[in-house]
């Protein structure tokens, strides 16, 4: 490849860098546009029924806009970690072979390295606010189901929450499989030649000989 192909391959690479970074800032906006909106939406409600100008049933709406806004909130996290991972294993390995500076652009390595228990902490704080208050909103309208309508919409509740847990188990295995990998690499018994692999959250992790 001559040296202008090289110059060209390499803006390339930084344009789709660029683009890849908006992408990511941008999902990360719209997650904390998401949570603001459950938390203001169960404040609503919990106002409305504190105040008695409302059923408790009311409740019942929680379970359903948490679900919609958390299945959105796990799938852009989704989105974020693949587009780190594909920068830290697509793009970063090209642009160390067009300029000879591996060092460059390992910033998803860096963080994954360093944020430690965040991941975790994260989730479990998200957990709250989706899951926990539909568990809530479910466990404080019981009591009070009366008509076939009300068990319907608790049951619609219910099967909602069942949902969401699964989405937001999934999102906490793929952390425990992270840590477990840092945990890993950073195990005594590795030998010094040992070769190393990518692993899903976009840093190096060990493999058998």
Known sequence: MSEEQKNRALEAALADAAAIRT???RKANHNQALVGA???AVAAVAGFVLSEKADLRMFLLLPVLSTALGLSVVSQYRDIRIAGQYLEQVLRPAIARYTGEPSLFGWEAFYWRRKHDGHVAQALAMGVIFPGVS???LAVTFPGIRTTADKLAWAVGAAMLLLLLGAWSNRLHEM???RWARFRRASPRRAPDEPARSGDDGTRTPTAA
């Open 23 to 25: 992408t990511i800032e």
């Open 38 to 40: 459950n938390l203001t």
């Open 135 to 137: 568990t809530l909103a």
């Open 176 to 178: 425990v499989r992270s």
